[in-house]
T-cell receptor, first 116, second 111 residues
Framework: EPEVTQTPSHQVTQMGQEVILRCVPI?????FYWYRQILGQKVEFLVS????????KSEIFDDQFSVERPDGSNFTLKIRSTKLEDSAMYFC??????????????FGPGTRLLVL | GNSVTQMEGPVTLSEEAFLTINCTYT??????LFWYVQYPGEGLQLLLK?????DKGSNKGFEATYRKETTSFHLEKGSVQVSDSAVYFC??????????FGKGTLLTVNP
């Protein structure tokens, strides 16, 4: 069964450093998402991406964050200058469609980011 | 804005016990409702969904009914197994085109 994959599974970085989290969505999917879960808190939406541009973004997704689909398979989340509060589990997801809620979002296993 | 509230965990049950995890929501319009499950070390997997009022989603013995009058989508299973031990997330998809999650409920089933 096709699945969403994410790399790395764990990342430790120093405050102020840039990190890039990578995701490979399911190949025929058109909508891509990033979510994060700070330890002990809710899973929160960050951004959705369709047709090579951002569709929706949350107030969390400020200028320090960016997303890109650099080729036909990868979908990346970049944090330009990490802060301690960016420490979280980051989930990538994809769906065949995006505007109708009945389309299932398939999630990757997550990248645990720790900022020291 | 949209929000999801689910019962605080952890929930610990013996095998073959009845499970209920409560979920209520606040949303404008007519959201779609989901239960996702996260097994240890894995990503979020869709367990079941319902897209309109009175729909019942079901999968792997789990059920949830979309109740508009009580704005609820409680998860139930008649007889849990050790393999059901996981974190369960209630979520909604609303008019803001994103999934809004509850905080998650950790279920542990003992043999």
């Amino acid at each position: 069964e096709p699945e969403v994959t994410q790399t790395p599974s764990h990342q430790v970085t120093q405050m102020g450093q840039e990190v890039i989290l990578r995701c490979v969505p399911i190949s025929n999917h058109l909508y891509f998402y990033w979510y994060r879960q700070i330890l002990g808190q809710k899973v929160e939406f960050l951004v959705s991406f369709y047709n090579n541009e951002i569709s929706e973004k949350s107030e969390i997704f400020d200028d320090q964050f960016s997303v890109e689909r650099p080729d036909g398979s990868n979908f990346t989340l970049k944090i330009r200058s990490t802060k301690l509060e960016d420490s979280a589990m980051y989930f990538c997801a994809s769906s065949e469609e995006g505007r109708q809620g009945a389309w299932t979002q398939y999630f990757g296993p997550g990248t645990r980011l720790l900022v020291l | 804005g949209n929000s999801v509230t689910q019962m605080e965990g952890p929930v610990t049950l013996s095998e073959e016990a009845f499970l209920t995890i409560n979920c209520t929501y606040t949303a404008t319009g007519y959201p779609s409702l989901f239960w996702y499950v996260q097994y240890p070390g894995e990503g979020l997997q869709l367990l079941l969904k319902a897209t309109k009022a009175d729909d019942k989603g079901s999968n792997k013995g789990f059920e949830a009914t979309y109740r508009k009058e009580t704005t609820s989508f409680h998860l139930e299973k008649g007889s849990v197994q050790v393999s059901d031990s996981a974190v369960y997330f209630c979520a909604l998809w609303g008019s803001n085109y994103k999934l809004t999650f509850g905080k998650g409920t950790l279920l542990t089933v003992n043999p």
